[in-house]
């Protein structure tokens, strides 16, 4: 049974950074597509930021364009979302997926069939 897990969110200034982690068990994810999503109290599920099986494609929303990153590491069976500059609209309880591989990843939640329990971040003074 494949199961995510994330980790690393917290409290954190604005401005500051934060590293997330999804570890994967149960299955390899090398060969599927692996994204992250928030949602913000009061606010719909958005797309974050994804990565191919490859980790040659990846893909954000216009919102942390040019702050955040994204990587993995198959042989760790971990994906990584590197937050940088961030704001108090990043504010969300951050939930990683996986679905199926190929050469795009999508930033569409009925992509992806496999979910997280999701970490909190919070930015605020």
């Known amino acids: 049974q494949l199961q995510l897990a994330e980790s690393g969110g917290g409290l954190v200034q604005p401005g500051g950074s934060l590293r997330l982690s999804c570890a994967a068990t149960g299955v390899t994810v090398g060969y599927r597509s692996i994204a992250w999503f928030r949602q913000a109290p009061g606010k719909e599920r958005e797309g974050v930021s994804c990565?191919?099986?490859?980790?040659?494609?990846?893909n954000f929303a216009d919102s942390v364009k040019d702050r955040f990153t994204i990587s993995r590491d198959n042989a760790k069976n971990t994906v990584y979302l590197e937050m940088n500059s961030l704001e108090s609209a990043d504010t969300a309880v951050y939930y990683c997926a996986t679905g199926p591989g190929g050469p795009h990843c999508p930033l569409h939640a009925h992509e992806y069939d496999y979910w997280g329990q999701g970490t909190q971040v919070t930015v605020s003074v």
């Open positions: 990565i191919n099986w490859r980790g040659d494609r990846t």
